[in-house]
């Protein structure tokens, strides 16, 4: 199990060299990388998946965000919007590779593919593996956006006050808020907070409540509101703290 990992590492490694690894923005994604890739892994012990599972989660992770350096070198951003779908293009890295350079079969290989292409949007096949690796691989993603959000890592980049009421009530409702572009500085706030309920295993939602992640969010942002939109923001994240807990109790 180790030495396969290992090899997915220098795998890695091997592919990031071609980018500038001193910058701060290939840096952060180079963690990012193994950060999912450590949580893939995770979740396939806690889920009693095999080793060769267990090994297969740990490059899903790994690979998943490929795309995102190319997209840095060529547009010197990680907006989707303003460049690439960076799923499309983790799958057209990823598609040149041979499956047995990744100690894969075909039909392992076309799962990850699949699912990494489709990471970034809804998967509509019936595949049950490529959906079981997608819904994986989405939970991974968005648990350790939480935890780098939680630690402060997100900066605020807006600075306009009030809130867009459609984004808002979009994320009273715990709607996907990716669709949409931050227009206030509350916006964002609300844009970044919604990776908590963007996770939807019960033990990592359970993880993010009995950690408090919610609320070093909170303080992460609040700092940058008014008073006004520092109340909104207080009771939107009330009420989505009692939403997880509610939905996670259902689940149990």
Not at 4 to 13: A, E, K, R, T, V
Not at 185 to 196: H, M, P
Request: aromatic share 16%.
């Amino acid at each position: 199990m180790k030495q396969i990992i290992q090899m997915y590492n220098m795998l890695f490694f091997d592919f990031i060299s071609k980018y500038d690894t001193t910058n701060t923005n290939i840096v952060r994604k180079i963690i990012h990388s193994y950060s999912v890739a450590e949580k893939c892994f995770t979740i396939a012990c806690k889920l009693n998946l095999n080793e060769d599972e267990r090994n297969f989660s740990y490059l899903l992770g790994l690979f998943h965000d490929l795309g995102r350096f190319e997209q840095w070198k060529l547009y010197k951003t990680y907006s989707d919007k303003k460049s690439v779908d960076h799923g499309d293009l983790s799958y057209e890295i990823i598609y040149q590779m041979q499956p047995e350079t990744l100690f894969l079969t075909e039909k392992q290989f076309q799962v990850l593919l699949q699912a990494i292409k489709y990471h970034t949007k809804p998967y509509c096949g019936n595949d049950e593996q490529i959906i079981f690796y997608n819904e994986m691989i989405k939970n991974a993603d968005a648990f350790c956006n939480v935890i780098t959000t939680a630690n402060g890592a997100q900066q605020m980049t807006i600075t306009k006050d009030g809130v867009t009421e459609q984004y808002l009530n979009a994320f009273l409702n715990l709607e996907p808020l990716y669709t949409y572009s931050p227009n206030t500085k509350l916006d964002r706030a609300l844009f970044l907070t919604a990776c908590t309920y963007y996770v939807k295993y019960p033990f990592l939602k359970q993880e993010i409540l009995d950690n408090n992640y919610i609320d070093a969010i909170y303080s992460t942002f609040c700092k940058y509101l008014n008073e006004e939109d520092k109340l909104i923001y207080k009771n939107a994240i009330n009420i989505l703290k009692q939403k997880l807990i509610k939905n996670n109790k259902t689940l149990y």
